[in-house]
């Protein structure tokens, strides 16, 4: 795997898939007041550390803004069943190395979608959804990034079912998205007819 794109696929996708865990609850005495009182100090602070998830990689220091927000986006779209049922928001500050893959910002958001595709029938179909289009409620319309995204398109051979993560990047800080609209393509068949409708659009509210 290219180490450009392994990178943010460790910082942004994996936070994606892995949920927020909840702290042990804490057993306690009447003996041992102060043992207890560390303890909640202890679990404070990993709540406070999750609230605040900061993970570092060779990209730069990504900052998760929404984390693992649940999606109920269904769509059958001929043989073509999708979903996306994540999305995260996340602030990005580019390591130095990496400033020229992002045209010179110092940072970016990055909006990542958990993408679920199956083609349900044996004849190959063509659909691209990690070539989606994003439109953001700040006037951002920006493509997905390819690179860094997961491989969920291209032909499926059959019954065939992808899944995985597609990242857009944004000038707007996180908390100043509340409703992204993205537009997908419809899949196609081997003689490149239309299989189902030619565009899907679904708004996603992405505010905490």
Excluded at 48 to 56: K, L, R
Excluded at 119 to 135: K, Y
Aim: charged share 30%; with cysteine; hydrophobic share 40%.
């Amino acid at each position: 795997m290219n180490m450009k794109r392994f990178g943010l696929l460790v910082t942004v996708p994996l936070a994606l898939l892995v949920g927020c865990g909840e702290a042990d609850e804490l057993k306690t005495t009447e003996t041992d007041t102060e043992e207890v009182a560390e303890a909640e100090a202890s679990a404070a602070d990993e709540t406070t550390a999750e609230e605040t998830d900061v993970q570092e990689s060779e990209l730069g220091t990504n900052k998760i803004y929404m984390k693992n927000k649940a999606v109920t986006i269904t769509e059958t779209m001929g043989p073509i069943q999708f979903a996306i049922d994540k999305v995260q928001t996340s602030r990005l500050t580019v390591a130095e190395a990496y400033s020229d893959s992002f045209d010179g910002q110092e940072e970016v958001t990055v909006v990542a979608m958990n993408m679920i595709v199956e083609n349900t029938v044996d004849e190959t179909m063509s659909f691209h959804p990690n070539q989606a289009t994003l439109v953001t409620n700040t006037g951002e319309q920006v493509s997905s990034d390819l690179w860094f995204s997961d491989d969920v398109g291209g032909e499926f051979m059959g019954k065939v079912k992808k899944e995985g993560n597609v990242l857009f990047f944004v000038k707007a800080k996180p908390e100043e998205l509340t409703d992204l609209k993205v537009v997908i393509d419809g899949p196609f068949n081997e003689n490149f007819d239309k299989v189902a409708e030619e565009r899907y659009e679904y708004t996603i509210n992405v505010t905490k």
